[in-house]
């Protein structure tokens, strides 16, 4: 037992050198590279004047931070979301969070001339917001035994479909809105400023302890619904408590950086075969992969063509496709 708390320690503190590491790095590089002693200089003696010092910190760090939150959060969905409906193939977006964060987008940019990224965190956090309460509603959040996870996953699905069909009439009826959309939707943390990082840094505060507190209710779930009351766990409670956490955590990514895919299905493979089936921990590793992860594709986005830059979105795509393809053919099975 102490071997495996050992090893496990050791496991969850590689993860987190391995962001952080990723995000220094990820200071160097942009259309204009930075040198690594022009990048510790900005960091420990901060020179307003100086034109890269102003890069680092006002345009490369709040983007490191943004996707280690981001990823970090959707990382930690992902597994709750698998072990909540049973399903490893299950993804936060399922909750049709996404389509909900869309239209409020695209509402903003139609009605309120939204352009910069700045001016879409809180329409798309509103968005997420409502497209949720629907699907909590739908799914049978009120019933005494709370929501049946299958039910949940087709409300989500049918109340994704809605929205998205929504900001598809509306974007026939404003072509202007299209190119702002279209930058959105590729999912990435460019733009990202650090007054964005403090207006969400309550939600973070709030999102983070719950997806650790709705990992720690669900581990006993695994061994079935029935057990799980006979043990004193209030069932109901503990899936409605679980689906508000996993909706806060995708609310708060894509609300500043638009739906990036892959990173809630595949890191959480990625984690139980190094921390096994425990979903506390799995809840943790998934957090601190999917935040590396998420810089690496970042990074990734600004090497592939040089002088220019590729969405996180889509480098995330082009990591999690061949990955995904990988983990079905050589997946170990591990209870979720």
């Given at each position: ?6 090893s ?22 942009g ?6 002693s ?62 909900g964060?869309?239209?409020g ?13 700045s ?12 497209a ?8 049978g959040a ?16 049918a109340v ?16 202007e ?5 279209r930058?959105w ?11 964005d ?20 209710l ?27 956490a996993?909706v806060?955590?995708c ?10 895919a ?19 921990l ?6 601190l ?19 220019q ?11 999690g496709g ?7 053919r ?7």
């Amino acid at each position: 037992m102490k071997r495996n708390t050992s090893s496990h320690l050791a496991t969850l503190a590689i993860m987190t050198t391995l962001g952080l590491v990723l995000a220094f790095v990820s200071l160097w590089f942009g259309v204009r590279p930075l040198p690594t002693s022009t990048v510790w200089q900005a960091l420990v003696a901060f020179d307003p004047s100086n034109t890269e010092h102003m890069i680092v910190h006002e345009l490369r760090l709040p983007r490191a931070m943004a996707a280690l939150i981001g990823g970090g959060a959707l990382g930690m969905a992902g597994a709750l979301m698998q072990s909540l409906s049973r399903n490893p193939l299950a993804d936060p977006g399922l909750l049709g969070v996404n389509g909900g964060a869309a239209l409020g987008v695209v509402i903003s940019i139609w009605v309120l001339g939204a352009t910069a990224q700045s001016q879409l965190v809180f329409p798309a956090l509103a968005g997420a917001g409502l497209a949720a309460t629907l699907v909590l509603l739908l799914g049978g959040a009120v019933r005494p035994r709370g929501p049946d996870p299958t039910r949940l996953i087709l409300a989500g699905a049918a109340v994704g479909a809605l929205f998205l069909a929504l900001t598809w009439a509306i974007l026939i009826l404003s072509r202007e809105s299209l190119d702002t959309y279209r930058f959105w939707v590729l999912g990435g943390f460019t733009g990202i400023t650090k007054s964005d990082l403090v207006a969400l840094l309550p939600l973070f505060a709030v999102s983070l302890p719950m997806g650790l507190a709705a990992a720690f209710l669900l581990a006993p779930l695994i061994l079935g619904d029935d057990t799980a009351r006979a043990l004193g766990v209030r069932v109901g409670f503990v899936r409605v408590f679980s689906t508000v956490a996993i909706v806060a955590l995708c609310g708060l990514t894509v609300s500043m950086a638009g739906p990036i895919a892959f990173i809630g299905l595949v890191v959480p493979h990625l984690v139980r075969p190094l921390l096994g089936a425990d979903l506390r921990l799995v809840a943790i590793g998934s957090f601190l992969t999917g935040a590396a992860l998420a810089v690496l594709a970042d990074i990734l986005g600004r090497l592939i063509l040089p002088g220019q830059e590729i969405e996180a979105g889509a480098t995330m795509a082009l990591i999690g496709g061949p990955s995904l393809i990988l983990l079905v053919r050589f997946r170990r099975e591990v209870a979720l």
